[in-house]
């Protein structure tokens, strides 16, 4: 354990520290707004000024996540802190953030609606106001990828970085956000499960109407740059 210790540098020991007690407790919005079960899901977030990342172990309870469950990883995936096993999706949050420094949170999560629309291997489309403020068009889907490498990071930066969107659908997996921070990769996962529910109930009463590409612009512009304090 002290060999661990000596990795994390001291002079980010603070927001070690403060990462661990942000991200144990934004999982507990996973099971909260009904976006896991069991065990299932992860957040993590990047440590500023260190090639590191706060995530929470593997085939935890959401009962049992404290600040002091966290573990520390480096951005190949390999445990810096901690005492038990990184989640099994650390690879995949790790290479995110090698080839995405602009991310600051990842979160993965197997909610119903938005999985369920991963296991048609279809992207949902731009049919609501929301989906263009939040994701600025059309939620794309990412390619099939087998878990315990990164091969799922890589599906995850080949959809997203020619993308607006900060949700992408792991074919036949479910759905993975990315934010300037946890908090934010959080609401974007709360938000693409709520988006994907809609959708689906607007498809049990006919087509959806697609919006004008320039009307996506302007909504997203807005809620990207005026929205909000």
Known sequence: MSDRLTAVPDGVRDDVERLKREVAALHAELPRNNLVVWTAGN?????????????KPSGVSYDDITPEAMVVCDLDGNLIEGDRK??????????????????????HTHSDYATAWAARREPIPCVLTMIADEFGGDI?????????????????????RNSRSRAVLMANHGPFTIG??????????????????????????????????DDIDRLYDRYQNVYGQ
């Open 43 to 55: 957040v993590s977030a990047r440590v500023p000024g260190a090639d590191l990342l706060v995530i």
């Open 86 to 107: 990184p989640s099994s999706d650390t690879a995949a949050h790790a290479y995110v953030y090698r080839h995405m420094p602009e991310v600051g949170g990842v979160v």
């Open 140 to 160: 794309p889907v990412g390619p099939f990828a087998l878990i315990g490498d990164d091969s799922i990071g890589r599906g995850i930066v080949e959809t997203l």
């Open 180 to 213: 300037s921070d946890a908090r934010d990769a959080v609401k974007a996962a709360v938000m693409v499960e709520d988006v994907a529910r809609t959708v689906h109930l607007a498809r049990q009463l006919g087509q959806p109407v697609p919006m004008h590409q």
